[in-house]
């Protein structure tokens, strides 16, 4: 079974608007409401992808019962401890450039995230954890490296996508997959990447401190995969970016569908690719339909 862990989710509040100008009523053109955070978007993938998972972190508040009553009715199964406080608002504002403004999110207590290892020791072998996006200032930065050496000890994989910072906290317990984009892998390094060529030197430091397998995103340069006994470099589809939300979340999700389906790493890594671009372009997730369509665009080559 896959796990996500989110642990600061929001309603995400999408408003798009023809022009915003400040200091003066202003009116949407049109609406959305959808749950958010990155251990959620994976978990929403999964499922238009039929592979079971279940989504845990913090919920809190009616927007709390909102994110779960939603993820259940789409077939999700959840777990998430229950905190006081609500569960932050997300705003996006497309109007033109795209806006973001993200709430702080519910203090965590000490309770709570005992609770939360606690669920966390139920994993075992043939689990997989996805841990994504980054730490909330309420709960220890240390939060991630205790969670994974909970998982180690009881032979769970880990898959990681966060910044910099938090990888190298949990390199030493080998992750499954760590997914960082060129400027996380760049921070980690203290290093600009420019392009394939970098990435796959760094990628391959990666997989020399610990990680079993990385996929490092490029944006429109494309992207690469790095393990042991392989290096490659995909292209990207051609289109018209709607929105970055999502993207790579979709790209975890759907290297873990499609490698639980055929443990062929090369093509998990191409719908992967697939999937973040079908994500970006589109407002929402990726669909599966999105995903086939765009599957024979992405060109793959091998790096000796």
Do not use: W
């Not at 796990?3 to 009116?27: C, F, H, M, Q």
């Not at 009715?73 to 406080?85: A, D, L, N, P, S």
């Not at 898959?159 to 390199?171: H, S």
Request: hydrophobic share 40%; net charge negative.
């Amino acid at each position: 079974m896959i796990y996500t862990l989110t642990l600061n989710p929001s309603v995400d509040y999408i408003v798009e608007a023809g022009e915003i100008v400040l200091g003066t009523l202003n009116r949407t053109s049109h609406e959305t409401k959808l749950p958010g955070g990155k251990g959620i978007n994976v978990s929403r993938v999964l499922r238009s992808l039929g592979i079971e998972s279940k989504a845990t972190g913090f919920l809190g508040g009616f927007t709390g019962k909102y994110v779960e009553e939603f993820l259940n009715r789409e077939g999700i199964y959840t777990g998430f401890v229950k905190v006081e406080g609500d569960t932050r608002i997300n705003i996006k504002l497309k109007a033109g450039k795209e806006t973001e403004i993200n709430a702080r999110g519910p203090e965590i207590s000490s309770l709570a995230i005992g609770l939360l290892k606690e669920k966390i020791q139920q994993l075992g072998k043939d689990d997989y954890l996805i841990l994504a996006g980054s730490i909330p200032s309420s709960m220890p930065q240390t939060i991630y490296q205790d969670i994974v050496r909970i998982c180690k000890k009881n032979g769970a994989e880990v898959v990681i996508d966060a910044e910099g910072d938090l990888l190298k906290t949990v390199l030493e317990y080998k992750p499954f997959l760590i997914k960082p984009n060129h400027h996380e892998l760049g921070q980690f390094f203290d290093r600009e990447i420019s392009g394939a060529e970098d990435a796959i030197v760094y990628g391959k430091k990666l997989v020399e401190a610990g990680a079993k397998n990385v996929i490092v995103s490029l944006a429109e340069k494309g992207a690469v995969y790095i393990s042991e006994t392989e290096a490659f470099y995909a292209t990207v589809p051609q289109g018209e970016v709607k929105s970055s939300v999502g993207a790579g979340d979709s790209m975890v999700a759907g290297f873990m569908a499609q490698f639980l389906k055929s443990s062929d790493c090369k093509e998990a890594f191409r719908f992967s690719v697939a999937s973040g671009s079908a994500t970006a372009f589109s407002i929402g997730l990726c669909t599966p339909g999105k995903i086939e369509t765009l599957l024979p665009e992405v060109e793959i080559h091998e790096y000796q």
